[in-house]
């Protein structure tokens, strides 16, 4: 079972930038890709973005793509999340999650299949 430790959290104007990170720990990192999902107020948990577990391959929601990019540091057992241009649709409780298989991700349920998840973190965009 791995442990998942987001920080970076905050209050951002709108167009501006923040970037998550996530610290993953009880198990082989390699093994797992990685993905962030996020809850918005009064909104049922939606995926954002995910990477396998070399790095080669990342996959983003339509809502984030070209405005978000993850990233993971083998070495160093991180995976983050930088994102720019944000919105005020973008405030939300950001999770980092793990998962053995990739293909996970691009499940219609993969916020039920996914079994590792972080406490999250709150991002808050003003406008």
């Known amino acids: 079972q791995v442990q998942l430790v987001e920080s970076g959290g905050g209050l951002v104007q709108a167009g501006g930038s923040l970037r998550l990170s996530c610290v993953v720990s009880g198990g082989t990192f390699s093994d797992h890709a990685l993905g962030w999902f996020r809850q918005r107020p009064q909104k049922a948990r939606e995926f954002v973005a995910a990477?396998?577990?070399?790095?080669?391959?990342?996959y983003y929601s339509d809502s984030v793509k070209g405005r978000f990019a993850i990233s993971r540091d083998n070495a160093k057992n991180t995976v983050d999340l930088q994102m720019d241009s944000l919105k005020p649709e973008d405030t939300a409780v950001y999770y980092c999650?793990?998962?053995?298989?990739?293909?996970?991700?691009?499940?219609?349920?993969?916020?039920?299949?996914?079994?590792?998840w972080g406490k999250g973190t709150l991002v808050t965009v003003s406008s």
């Open positions: 999650t793990a998962s053995h298989s990739y293909a996970t991700f691009f499940t219609t349920r993969a916020e039920f299949d996914v079994r590792n």
């Open positions: 990477i396998d577990h070399n790095g080669g391959l990342t």
